[in-house]
């Protein structure tokens, strides 16, 4: 009988066990997700325009992580001035360090997510870039690039002149380029810009997750004495 009592216990132990781990790994997937890094909104400084992404010129933002993680998603303040443009002609490239740096990946930016000869808003177009693998560093720079090899007219919205609104974003800067010359920094300026970064494989639980999970253990460790007491009771009764 005590070895038969033993069994079932230790089977219980493993069924409570397993529901913790689950509960617990599930509120932690219901937790992770893509957190904001770094963000700047130029139209908040007064930015109404910006420099005009053709074939014979691009543009650059250069910001430095503020969180470890992969890059999942980059918004950026732009908008067409033309329609009917194919679709792949628009191209964002993020690379390690300024413009033309180390390991640069790219991904072509739906054209039909840039709205056309809108008024200026506060909007971004978000692009998933998760799926380039971009592992980021705190305190690492990188580049965030908008080039287009197509007929269309796409405005990166920049802000005003450090010079008139002060330096509201020190941790980058924008540049300028064209086909075959290099990348110059127009120290001055900042384009729109944000960027979230995938939470770490290795979350450090939250306070609401250990929280949640020990109340669940306390709980199952006090069902075994009254699953035992109410199994006794029905005994004497009998």
Known sequence: ????????????KAVLLSLFVSVFLAVEKAEAGIMLDQSFNAVEFRGTGGP????????AQTFTAGLDGILAQVDLQIYSST?????DDLTLTIARGVPGGIDPRS??????????NVNVSDDFVSIDVSSLGINVMSGEVYSLILTNSGA???????ALSRS???DSF?????YSGSPGLPWFENASQDLGFQTFVSSPTNVVPEPGTIAIVSCLFACGLGYGPIRKKQSNDRKATT
């Open 170 to 174: 020190p941790s980058g800067a924008r």
């Open 1 to 12: 009988m005590r070895v038969r009592h033993a069994s079932r216990c230790l089977k219980s």
């Open 164 to 166: 008139i609104r002060g």
């Open 83 to 87: 329609i009917n443009v194919p679709n």
């Open 152 to 158: 269309g007219d796409y405005i990166w919205i920049d």
């Open 107 to 116: 991904i072509n930016i739906d054209q039909s997510l840039v709205p056309v």
């Open 52 to 59: 005009v992404i053709t074939s014979f010129q691009s543009a």
